[in-house]
């Protein structure tokens, strides 16, 4: 007689703290964008444009980490307490946005062109970039598992 097989087992992550893995994620991604960037953009427009690069990717990286701070709160109260996270995070990071705009443009020491153009690059660039690393399975949630393309 055939002893049954046992299915293998299989692990499933936790899904705490999904949205700040993917935001390191992203973080660590432009920590190796950002240096060119300024590099490059320094070289084209000068001083001004590199701090305006720096001053970009600081608030995308920052961006990143904060609603992904905020999500992972609000997805251990509720699923509502969620939506609604989101949609207030989102609402404020755009006004912080707007205010640092309006703020840029008062500055002579920072590009503003190069500023929005690097703010509006940056954030779907690395976004795109991610789209690559994310898993979109429930028994893998959050980043792919090292090793899967």
């Given amino acids: ?3 049954p097989s046992t299915p293998p ?3 499933v992550p936790s899904p705490d703290g999904i949205e700040s893995r993917i935001a ?6 432009a920590l190796w964008v950002a240096p060119l960037a300024i590099l490059g953009i320094g ?3 000068g001083p001004e444009g590199a701090l305006a690069v720096a001053l970009a990717f600081a608030l995308v990286i920052g961006n990143f980490l904060l609603s992904a701070a905020v999500l992972n709160h609000a997805a251990r109260i509720s699923p509502n307490t969620l939506m609604g996270a989101a949609l207030g995070s989102f609402l404020f990071k755009l ?7 309006t ?3 008062q500055i002579d020491a920072i590009d503003l062109p190069v500023f929005v153009v690097t703010l509006l690059v940056a954030h779907l660039g690395l976004l795109a970039w991610e789209t690559r690393s994310v898993s979109l399975s429930l028994a893998s949630p959050g980043l792919k598992p090292r090793g899967q393309k």
């Fill in 1 to 3: 007689m055939t002893e």
């Fill in 9 to 11: 087992e299989i692990v």
């Fill in 24 to 29: 390191r994620d992203l973080a660590r991604h």
């Fill in 43 to 45: 070289l084209w427009r």
């Fill in 95 to 101: 006004i912080v946005l707007f205010i640092v705009g």
């Fill in 103 to 105: 703020v840029v443009e």
